[in-house]
């Protein structure tokens, strides 16, 4: 996102945790640790300090993984700009809760509108100037539209909505159904009849999760919601997809993590997006399906086509 902005001419400044990455950057214009071979622009400023990035800013992009949302932001909020706007780009539920991002920032930052990413946005894309298109989704209508003029370009397409809980909701769901379709390319061999009735599933199930948690299914069924699903759960480059294809190759979600060295915001959310289907008196099988098979059942075709069968019949 640092390089799209830059792109598009303004002034930006980026931090990182790893004080490797940033001289990386500040060296060779690269990511080489989470975005080997891609050259960032010119104008990307690489800085050790978070407070640094957000002084004068005028938008603030909070770009780490769910886990840490909270112990990023919290510190540079006192030196925010009153007028500054920030741009949620994190897909998972806070720690230990079933909070959204979009809800967790807004508490973080009192009085600070906020704007939050949903589509299907792949870094090294993005990096790449690959063609793009994404949603942004704000509360203040106009608010999201200024973002939308800074960000979009010629290859990169923005359009918003005020539904917050269906673009966040559909953000953090699809990582869940993208392990599901992950752990489908091993079991069936790359039978694309049976990932497209997965994705149809899945589609469905996040749409009515979405609604009854005040999220709109049209949400769902666009770029926030299918379009994520698509990219995340068919990217080579997903973690989700790729936890997946391990998990029904035999490995143990704690194997798995170790040797991604992380644990994907899916595996993370799959209880969560199980108990708010629950919540909301939501028949959720597939959701469940993936629960069961990160807590150690064995995948099995066999399964996925008995609960797809399931899916069908109570849609």
């Not at 990511?31 to 640094?52: D, I, K, Q």
């Not at 079933?98 to 704007?115: D, F, K, T, Y």
């Not at 949903?118 to 793009?132: D, F, K, Q, S, T």
């Not at 959310?269 to 959701?287: F, I, N, Y």
Request: net charge positive; charged share 20%.
């Amino acid at each position: 996102m640092a390089h799209v902005l830059a792109s598009n001419g303004h002034d930006v400044a980026i931090w990182d945790f790893f004080p490797e990455v940033v001289e990386d950057i500040r060296l060779h214009r690269e990511n080489r640790r989470f975005l080997p071979s891609v050259r960032l622009h010119g104008g990307v400023r690489a800085t050790c300090y978070a407070g640094e990035c957000v002084t004068d800013a005028a938008l603030v992009v909070v770009g780490v993984p769910s886990l840490f949302v909270s112990s990023t932001l919290a510190p540079v909020v006192p030196a925010l700009l009153k007028s500054a706007v920030l741009l949620n780009l994190a897909k998972g539920f806070a720690p230990r809760t079933r909070q959204l991002p979009s809800i967790l920032m807004e508490r973080l930052s009192p009085g600070h509108s906020c704007v939050h990413l949903a589509g299907p946005a792949i870094a090294n894309e993005l990096a790449r100037g690959l063609p793009a298109a994404v949603v942004l989704a704000a509360k203040d209508d106009p608010i999201a539209r200024r973002v939308a003029n800074w960000l979009a370009g010629p290859a990169f397409s923005v359009t918003t909505t005020t539904d917050v809980a269906g673009a966040a909701l559909g953000g953090v769901l699809k990582n869940v159904y993208a392990i599901l379709l992950g752990c489908l390319e091993t079991l069936s061999g790359g039978s694309r009849n049976v990932e497209a009735a997965a994705l149809n599933a899945s589609i469905h199930e996040m749409a009515a999760i979405a609604r009854a948690h005040g999220g709109r299914a049209s949400t769902l069924y666009g770029l926030a919601g299918l379009g994520d699903l698509v990219a995340t759960g068919f990217s080579r480059d997903s973690h989700n997809r790729k936890f997946g294809q391990s998990l029904a190759a035999g490995k143990t979600a704690a194997e798995i993590a170790t040797e991604m060295c992380t644990l994907p915001e899916g595996a993370r959310a799959a209880t969560a997006a199980c108990a708010l289907a629950r919540d909301g008196q939501v028949r959720a099988p597939l959701a469940k399906l993936v629960r069961r098979w990160i807590m150690g059942a064995s995948p099995s075709l066999d399964d996925l086509i008995r609960v797809l069968q399931t899916a069908r019949r109570t849609k």
